[in-house]
Nanobody
Framework: QVQVVESGGGLVQPGGSLRLSCAAS????????MGWFRQAPGKEREFVAQ????????YYTDSVKGRFTISRDNAKNTGYLQMNSLKPEDTAVYYC???????????????WGQGTQVTVSS
């Protein structure tokens, strides 16, 4: 059974930084595509960033480009989301998810963490 666990959320002032971590078990970590998603109150969950198994390829939703960086350390079975220049609109529950198969030409995120709250407020 694959387990995904996020950590690192919290309260931060606008312009501040946070680093989220994501640990996944069950298979060699490099076998997973890793993604970060978020859900703000009253809104649907949205994609934030994704990184491939080796860490050599990543992409981001437009609203976080240049501010967030996704990375991974396969030796530690852990991925990260470094969030800089945070804005109040980044406030959300952030979820890590991993994918190991493709369905309909898209990576299928089968395993999700419980989420970690990020609040950006003065």
């Amino acid at each position: 059974q694959v387990q995904v666990v996020e950590s690192g959320g919290g309260l931060v002032q606008p312009g501040g930084s946070l680093r989220l971590s994501c640990a996944a078990s069950g298979r060699p970590f490099s076998a997973y595509i890793m993604g970060w998603f978020r859900q703000a109150p009253g809104k649907e969950r949205e994609f934030v960033a994704q990184i491939n198994g080796s860490g050599g390829s990543s992409y981001y939703t437009d609203s976080v480009k240049g501010r967030f960086t996704i990375s991974r350390d396969n030796a530690k079975n852990t991925g990260y989301l470094q969030m800089n220049s945070l804005k109040p609109e980044d406030t959300a529950v952030y979820y890590c998810a991993v994918a190991s198969r493709v369905v309909g030409g898209r990576w299928q995120y089968d395993y999700w963490g419980q989420g970690t709250q990020v609040t950006v407020s003065s």
